[in-house]
Structure formats: C-alpha cells, structure tokens
C-alpha cells in the first residue's frame, strides 16, 4: 500500500513539473518564432528578455531545479516500476504498455537531457559580441548571428530538427499524462484527450522545426 502510494507521489511530483518544463518550452518556442522578424526583433527580443535581470536569474535557477527533480522522480519511478515487475513480464509487454510516445519516454527524454547540454553550449554560453556572431558578410549580429551561425551549418541544422522531434514526441505523452495524474477529465473523455495532446505535440515540433529550415534557406541572404 505505501509503494502505491509513493508511486502515486513520484508521479504526481514527475506531472507537476512535466508542466512547468512544457510552459517553459510554449514560451522559448513564442521568443524563438522572433527569428522571422530579422535580425532588429530577434535581438530586441533577447534585450528586452535580458533587462528583466536580476529576476531572471531566479527563473533560471527554478527552471534547473525543476529540471532536476523531474529527472530524479522519473528516475525513481522507473526504477520501482522494473524492481517490482515480475521476472519475464517484460518479454510479452511494453515498458509502458502504452502508445509508441509512451514507449519511447526514457529515450526521447534523454535525448532532450543531451540536447539541452549541448545547446547551453551552442547558443548560451558564448560571446555574442565576438567572432561567433558575426555571418559571412563581415558583420556582427549579436545573438541573431550566433543562431544563425549555428543553425545555418547543416549538420546542426539536422540535429536541431532530430532533437525537435524528440521535444514532440515527449511532450505529446507528456500533456496526457499530467492530465490523467492529475484526473482532469472523465476515464470517457481520454481518447479526446490523447488526440489533443498527440496534435499539441505534432504542433510544437513543427513550430520549433521550421526555425532551423528558415535559417538554413534564408542563411544565403547574409553572404
Ligand atoms: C529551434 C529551436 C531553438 C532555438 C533557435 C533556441 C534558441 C535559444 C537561444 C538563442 C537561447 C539563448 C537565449 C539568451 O541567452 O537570451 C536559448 C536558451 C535556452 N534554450 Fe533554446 N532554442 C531552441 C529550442 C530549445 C528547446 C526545445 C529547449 C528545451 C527542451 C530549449 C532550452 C533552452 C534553455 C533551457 C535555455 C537557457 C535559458 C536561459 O538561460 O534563460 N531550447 N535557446
């Protein structure tokens, strides 16, 4: 009885900060779709992003906490589902028992631990005002310039887009299952649901993909 309820706990823990990762991800993506404005509305973006410091700093340091603890409640929650699953259950079942997305959760979700990293790398911890701004036509475009740099090259573009896809098809689980963990709708309404959540996540994917398509057809437009 206590393991159920400790389950019931991790999941409820892994579902409220599932949305908190998802507000987080419909908000990059909306300052992100700035990149079709050009170079003046992306950057103006990012400045007017910048000058809410130093609140912002404590945004950060939520959005890594939370990171974190929905990493180590899904950890746990695996963890306890395979110690208490019979020997040989798992040869005739899926891990979840459920759709491909749910299937693919540990996967698609570790793919977005390692993109994440590498994209700190790419687009965060850099100089802006140095080489890595600067296109092919000599001048420096701040952050614009530094996307545009980076998802210009056509194996980071590809990459981009895989990790994407990852986004979406994590999330497309994801917005279902907070919503049945938290039992927000009738057991009769979860096909709807499920249609809702796959399109949502289809959407996002999409959204976020576009950008590197745009970058790598417009790149030319900076030589
Ligand atoms: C085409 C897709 C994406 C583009 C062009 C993009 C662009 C950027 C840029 C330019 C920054 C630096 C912002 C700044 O320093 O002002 C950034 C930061 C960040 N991105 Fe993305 N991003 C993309 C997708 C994603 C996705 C899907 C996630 C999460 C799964 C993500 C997570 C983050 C995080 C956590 C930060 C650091 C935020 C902060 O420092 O406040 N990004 N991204």
Redesign the pocket.
């Known amino acids: 009885m206590n393991r159920v309820k400790s389950s019931i706990d991790k999941k409820q823990v892994v579902a409220a900060t599932g949305l908190f990762?998802i507000l987080?991800?419909v908000a990059?993506?909306a300052g992100?779709l700035f990149?079709y404005g050009g170079p003046e509305a992306f950057n103006g973006y990012?400045r007017k992003?910048?000058g809410l410091r130093p609140g912002?700093y404590f945004?950060?340091a939520a959005?890594l906490a939370v990171?974190l603890v929905h990493l180590d409640a899904t950890a746990r929650l695996v963890l306890e589902n395979l110690r208490a699953r019979p020997v040989g259950y798992r040869q005739g079942h899926s891990a979840a028992g459920g759709s491909f997305a749910s299937r693919l959760m540990p996967w698609t979700g570790a793919a977005?631990v390692a993109?994440?990293i590498w994209?700190?790398r790419d687009?965060?911890f850099v100089d802006r005002a140095g080489p890595a701004g600067i296109l092919p036509d000599g001048r420096g475009y701040g952050?614009f310039g530094?996307?545009y740099n980076s998802?210009g090259n056509p194996v980071h573009g590809v990459l981009?887009i895989a990790?994407?896809l990852a986004?979406g098809t994590h999330l497309s689980h994801g917005i279902q299952s907070f919503i049945q963990t938290f039992g927000l709708v009738g057991e009769h309404r979860l096909p709807a649901v499920r249609r809702v959540s796959n399109g949502l996540g289809i959407l996002i994917a999409l959204a976020?993909?576009s950008?590197?398509v745009y970058v790598q057809l417009s790149f030319g437009a900076f030589k």
Request: net charge negative.
């Open positions: 990762l987080f991800v990059h993506l992100n990149i990012a992003l910048a912002l945004v950060e959005l990171f977005i993109f994440v994209h700190l687009l965060t952050l530094v996307v998802l981009y990790a994407m986004v976020y993909s950008i590197p």
